[in-house]
Nanobody
Framework: QVQLVESGGGLVQVGGSLRLSCAAS????????MGWFRQAPAKEREFVAG????????LYADAVKGRFTISRDNAKSTGYLHMTSLKPEDTAVYYC?????????????????WGQGTLVTVSA
């Protein structure tokens, strides 16, 4: 069992930066991949970024490539999403997800555990 709690969301101006954190409970967090997703109003949830268990492999959605960086600190059981050059279209609720059973990250990967989300609002 893994419980995830996101933090770090808020209101930021266009071009600004934010760092989201995902604190995990449970010793199995470090053994599996994790990811960040987002859901904008009236839109479906979409993949943002993913990282393998040891940080050796990362994946990004095209919309955020070059602007967002995913990372993790297994010693702290915490994942991060550093977002820069934010745009209004980045406004969404951001969710972290974990999959302790699968150490690798790949396209279309499903995750077993989800946080409650943190709201990011980018104002023009």
């Amino acid at each position: 069992q893994v419980q995830l709690v996101e933090s770090g969301g808020g209101l930021v101006q266009v071009g600004g930066s934010l760092r989201l954190s995902c604190a995990a409970s449970g010793r199995t967090f470090s053994s599996g991949a994790m990811g960040w997703f987002r859901q904008a109003p009236a839109k479906e949830r979409e993949f943002v970024a993913g990282i393998s268990w040891n940080g050796g492999t990362t994946l990004y959605a095209d919309a955020v490539k070059g602007r967002f960086t995913i990372s993790r600190d297994n010693a702290k059981s915490t994942g991060y999403l550093h977002m820069t050059s934010l745009k209004p279209e980045d406004t969404a609720v951001y969710y972290c997800a974990a999959d302790p059973r699968r150490p690798k990250i790949g396209p279309g990967q499903e995750f077993d555990y989800w946080g409650q989300g943190t709201l990011v609002t980018v104002s023009a």
